[in-house]
């Protein structure tokens, strides 16, 4: 997998991303690439579908396992805006992908290495491949807009006459 491939499917990640945003969730997104064709596409949607678990990758994991119709899905790849959590990095382990590939890091929640590693866990009965950083710079940004926008919202609600 070349630099240039990750780049053109983390782009592909950011525009589900932004499908959240319109939304009004919190801009995530995921696709999951099998053999060079997209298998499993998702964005953030716990708000909108009252699902603490409807996060981008587990939308993503999920339509790959009916489209292989198999839920080990062996030598995919997931690529996801935001570094994944607990939840979604052991339904990584669980669906056997081969690798990730995330953007921008998540200091808060991360569990890829930011405040826990999951998924480089030496005990961990799967080892996924991980590569990070791509598209970091967009990826972060695309947060940080929306939750200045967010922020400017509430200013703005706050300050209007009843
Ligand atoms: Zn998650």
Same mark, same amino acid.
């Given at each position: 997998?070349?630099?240039?491939?990750?780049?053109?499917?983390?782009?592909?990640?950011?525009?589900?991303?932004?499908?959240?945003?319109?939304?009004?969730?919190?801009?995530?997104?995921?696709?999951?690439?099998?053999?060079?064709?997209?298998?499993?596409?998702?964005?953030?949607?716990?708000?909108?579908?009252?699902?603490?678990?409807?996060?981008?990758?587990?939308?993503?994991?999920?339509? %790959?396992?009916? #489209?292989?119709?198999?839920?080990? +899905? &062996?030598?995919?790849?997931?690529?996801?805006?935001? /570094?994944?959590?607990?939840?979604?990095?052991?339904?990584?382990?669980?669906?056997?992908?081969?690798?990730?590939?995330?953007?921008?890091?998540?200091?808060?929640?991360?569990?890829?290495?930011?405040?826990?590693?999951?998924?480089?866990?030496?005990?961990?009965?799967?080892?996924?491949?991980?590569?990070? %950083?791509?598209? #970091?710079?967009?990826?972060?940004? +695309? &947060?940080?807009?929306?939750?200045?926008?967010?922020? /400017?919202?509430?200013?703005?609600?706050?300050?209007?006459?009843?």
């Amino acid at each position: 997998m070349t630099d240039q491939q990750d780049q053109y499917w983390m782009r592909y990640a950011l525009q589900l991303a932004q499908r959240a945003w319109q939304a009004g969730e919190v801009p995530v997104g995921a696709v999951l690439v099998h053999d060079d064709r997209i298998i499993g596409e998702g964005w953030n949607r716990p708000i909108g579908q009252h699902d603490p678990t409807a996060h981008a990758e587990i939308m993503a994991l999920r339509q %790959g396992g009916q #489209a292989l119709q198999n839920y080990r +899905l &062996l030598d995919a790849t997931l690529y996801v805006t935001l /570094e994944p959590c607990t939840m979604c990095a052991g339904a990584m382990v669980h669906s056997r992908i081969g690798r990730l590939v995330f953007g921008a890091n998540d200091e808060k929640t991360g569990a890829a290495g930011s405040l826990l590693n999951v998924l480089g866990h030496p005990g961990m009965n799967h080892q996924v491949q991980v590569s990070s %950083g791509i598209l #970091a710079q967009e990826c972060a940004a +695309l &947060l940080s807009d929306f939750f200045r926008m967010r922020r /400017e919202q509430k200013k703005a609600r706050r300050s209007a006459p009843l």
